[in-house]
């Protein structure tokens, strides 16, 4: 846990740096009156010094829990997050309904073992009823991809 | 108005969607892995389309359902559906290892019954009093309350007040991206057309608490449930009834009022509940063999929150927990706007909401004694099915807000974010409350400069607002307190 509350100072750190960084570049205060970077740069300020207090916890506390990030268990977590992006790029490209049956197919592949007229048939269906739910009772367009 | 509110409640479409609401809640409670929290974020899409009667009093009878739906998988599992029923599991699985499924399941579900009417009497009796109070509330009271809810959540949620108070800080600056709405100012914007009109915080909200449960779904795929066991006799006996009202009546109580508290949620009034019970039992020794009280307790108190995380919410537009701030959402969706002028401005709906708290829980007693046979089946849908649509909904959800794909993207990317805090032990409530309250407190802290012509002490010029104060100094010290407390215990 210890590196992993390292890592997570320092990228918290870094981010309010770089708020603070661009927030500074915003109109300064006018008549005592605060101006727009005023409350973001407070705000970084004291996630800064809390993340550095985090940091130095981590340093000097004794912590023996593991963070175990790299098991089988979290890389299949990992391919689904990048599977997920390929999702919503292909919806954007392809067209709702055919990304969504391939990723609902493909991921009931994976995680199950059924036969594939059951995976299909699953697709099919949870496809054609969240569509239908939100095309028709809610009346959200899916106006996008070259194709359905 | 009480009229009016009647009259918006019974209709037959509303108080079907109470009753979906209960239903779907039950289920999505039951289910390992799915909070309650999840529940609601998943459902609120598909409120975007209704008025605010049909869309609030779907998602408080999702709410009272889930709370109530994570004890069936934690009595007949020893697995708690959500975290509020942790405790319960604690006996509810003995009390079922012997056989006593469907009396543990009774006890359960009437005194959660009890506990959650208890919580909608307080929520109707406090309610009005308070918002009239917050009415006296101007610029500098505003700001000092919003600080002191974000510092409350910060020190209480999560297991380092410091990661809270990072995760908040977090929200309240993602608030801040857009245009500025005193100088009209652009943001970290970037020039991306898409962040003008800043970062809308229900994609957030969805892909931090279902996005991110979701994946967690993914890393425990291979962990197989234990087969539910039989249940017979859910009705309480005769002999059970003395108890449940007893432990009803105190420990929804005691539910409704840690409830108010902004950043307690109902896992923590559970354990609380719990650890009374034990204290005030002539067999404490016995508590985890399977007790009875031991599970009207935390039952009692769990719904007693759901009532109770209402009250701040409705009255100064301050969530209870991640719950509420989801409802907070669902509101503003719906153009209302909760604080104390809601009451004045939208007296008729308030009210409605009070009658279909009491509804939803009637619902979820009948439910629970009629159909639990029937919702413990949900148990055996499997995950490999269950995660992909889960995926989908978040999906299709946060599209349905503006037909955007870049809040898609914005879901996707706090789904990853949630599920990596999760790994570091941070909780992700402070992030969301930090994005509704930022903008109260930063607009609000503007103003009062504004009004004051640059003097900061306009910020401890009234008696509201020092109070105020000391409690963010409280609310601060409070972690370092505890852990004396805890280490002089140990």
């Known amino acids: 846990m210890k590196k992993g509350n390292l890592i997570f100072a320092g990228a918290f750190s870094a981010l309010a740096i770089f708020i603070i960084y661009f ?52 890389k299949r977590v990992y391919l689904a997050m990048g599977l997920l992006v390929v999702y919503l790029l292909g919806m954007y490209y392809i067209g709702f309904g055919i990304a969504t049956f391939i990723m609902l197919y493909g991921f009931i592949t994976w995680f199950g073992k059924y036969a594939w007229i059951f995976r299909i048939i699953m697709a099919l269906a949870i496809t054609a009823v969240v569509y239908s739910v939100f095309v028709y009772v809610l009346k959200v367009p899916f106006r996008f991809g070259i194709l359905f | 108005m009480i009229v009016e509110a009647f009259r918006l409640v019974l209709e037959p479409s509303v108080l079907l969607f109470i009753v979906l609401g209960v239903a779907s809640g039950i289920c999505i409670g039951c289910l390992p ?104 509330f101007s610029a500098p009271e505003f700001f000092m309350l919003a600080v002191f809810g974000l510092c409350i959540i910060s020190s209480i949620s999560g297991k380092s007040m410091m990661k809270g108070l990072i995760s908040g800080a977090l929200g309240i600056l993602l608030a801040t991206i857009g245009i500025d709405s005193i100088t009209g100012s652009m943001r970290f914007t970037f020039n ?195 995660v992909p649509t889960i995926f989908l909904l978040c999906f299709v959800g946060s599209y349905a807000l503006n037909n955007s794909l870049f809040d898609v993207g914005v879901m996707l990317f706090f789904g990853i974010v949630g599920y990596f805090l999760q790994k570091t032990e941070v909780s992700s409530s402070p992030v969301i409350l930090g994005l509704i309250l930022g903008p109260m407190a930063e607009s609000n802290f503007r103003r009062a400069l504004l009004m004051s012509k640059g003097d900061y002490g306009t910020f401890l010029s009234t008696g509201i607002s020092i109070t105020f104060f000391v409690l963010i100094v409280i609310s601060l010290a409070l972690p370092f307190f505890k852990k004396k407390f805890m280490k002089k215990q140990a």
């Open chain 2, 33 to 136: 892995g799915l909070t309650t929290t999840m529940g609601v974020a998943l459902v609120l899409p598909l409120t975007f389309g209704m008025d605010a009667t049909h869309s609030i009093l779907l998602l408080i009878g999702v709410y009272v359902g889930a709370v109530y739906g994570g004890s069936i998988s934690a009595i007949l599992l020893n697995t708690p559906g959500t975290p509020a029923s942790a405790a319960t599991a604690l006996d509810g699985y003995k009390m079922a290892s012997r056989g006593e499924a469907g009396r543990a399941l009774g006890i359960s579900t009437s005194s959660s019954f009890i506990g959650g009417m208890i919580s909608c009497v307080y929520l109707i009796l406090i309610s009005p009093i308070l918002a009239k109070f917050a009415l006296k």
């Open chain 2, 192 to 386: 991306n057309m898409n962040l003008f009109s800043g970062i809308n915080f229900i994609p957030v909200m969805i892909g931090l608490f279902a996005m991110s449960q979701a994946f967690v779904g993914v890393e425990e795929m291979n962990q197989k449930a234990v087969v539910a066991r039989a249940i017979t006799h859910v009705f309480p006996k005769r002999s059970d009834w003395g108890m449940i009202v007893k432990s009803g009546l105190l420990y929804g109580t005691m539910g409704t009022l840690i409830g108010c508290i902004p950043g307690v949620g109902a896992d923590i009034a559970s354990f609380i509940a719990y650890g009374q019970a034990k204290s005030f039992s002539k067999h404490p020794e016995l508590f985890g063999t399977g007790l009875p009280e031991a599970i009207a307790a935390p039952e009692a108190a769990n719904n007693g929150v759901t009532g109770g995380a209402l009250i701040p919410m409705l009255t100064l537009g301050v969530p209870g927990d991640a719950v509420a701030a989801i409802m907070i959402g669902a509101l503003m969706v719906q153009g209302l706007q909760p604080g104390p002028l809601l009451f004045q401005n939208n007296g008729p709906i308030v009210y409605a909401l009070f009658i279909g708290c009491f509804i939803a829980n009637i619902c979820m007693f009948v439910l629970g004694l009629n159909s639990v046979r029937l919702f413990a089946k949900v148990l055996s849908v499997p995950k490999s099915i269950l």
């Open chain 1, 23 to 74: 927030a500074m570049q915003l109109p300064k205060a006018r008549g005592g009156v605060p101006g727009p970077g005023y409350w973001p740069i407070m705000i970084s300020i004291i996630m800064l010094v809390a993340a550095v207090t985090v940091g130095i916890q981590a340093f000097t506390k004794e912590d023996d829990t593991p963070l175990e990030l790299s098991t089988s268990d979290h």
